[in-house]
């Protein structure tokens, strides 16, 4: 019974650190969307961004790239900012979310699903996926993290243990990242493909010669 001993022993421990690690995981990821980083990117975007009939492809996918963190095609871009129905900024982020799901058929100027995200069903389940995912590398990392700082093992078998937790926690990160493409996706996806297809435009092969864009 020893070891149930130290196991309820190290249970205040363990308290502390799992919401410790979890504070530092979302205040990492809050970091890279400040709000005064955000306002920087748009105002430079503001400062250069006019009508997309009158900007080549070029420059249309290099401050789509300043707005959303993609490249986006031009073609694409034009369709969806050329139609006052849509929520044109909204529709921009939400399809630069789902961009690496997807690809770019240049000649036939139409976006697609890639196959792992074809169906609603597998949006579904990598969503589920990669939430479950995001729980278990983080409980695995937080868990021998802590027991490193609790048990204080000896060299070789700590330094293996805080190697392999923070390379749980280091997993957990990626995956929690990927949550947002796969949310976008599950909630709007098909929504957003319909959008960047659908050409009701009569300009909508003005200037679509040399669209730098490819598939991510």
């Known amino acids: 019974m020893e070891w149930f001993r130290s196991l309820i022993e190290s249970l205040p421990g363990l308290a502390f650190v ?11 990821k809050w970091s890279l969307s400040r709000h005064d980083v955000q306002f920087a990117r748009r105002r430079e975007f503001l400062l250069h ?3 997309p009939r009158d900007l080549d492809s070029i420059s249309i996918e290099i401050l789509i790239r300043q707005l959303t963190g993609s490249y986006l095609p031009a073609r694409v871009v034009r369709r969806i900012c050329l139609r006052d129905s849509l929520e044109t900024v909204q529709t921009l982020h939400r399809l630069s ?3 690496t799901l997807v690809q770019w ?12 995200a074809g169906t609603a069903l597998r949006r579904s389940l990598w969503l589920a996926a990669v939430w479950i995912s995001y729980f278990l590398f983080f409980i695995a990392g937080a ?3 802590a027991v490193v700082a609790l048990a204080k093992p000896e060299a070789p078998i700590g330094l293996a243990a805080v190697g392999c937790g923070t390379a749980f926690m280091f997993a957990a990160v990626v995956a929690l990242f990927r949550t947002d493409a796969w949310g ?7 929504a957003l493909l319909r959008d ?7 300009h909508d092969s003005v200037s679509d010669q040399g669209s730098s864009a490819t598939e991510p």
């Open 18 to 28: 799992v919401p410790v690690v979890a504070g530092a995981l979302a205040l990492f």
């Open 49 to 51: 961004w006019k009508n």
């Open 97 to 99: 979310d789902i961009w």
């Open 105 to 116: 058929d240049s000649e036939a100027g139409t976006v697609s699903w890639k196959t792992e």
């Open 143 to 145: 868990g021998l993290l």
């Open 184 to 190: 976008a996706a599950y909630k709007w996806g098909e």
């Open 196 to 202: 960047a297809n659908r050409s009701e435009i009569s």
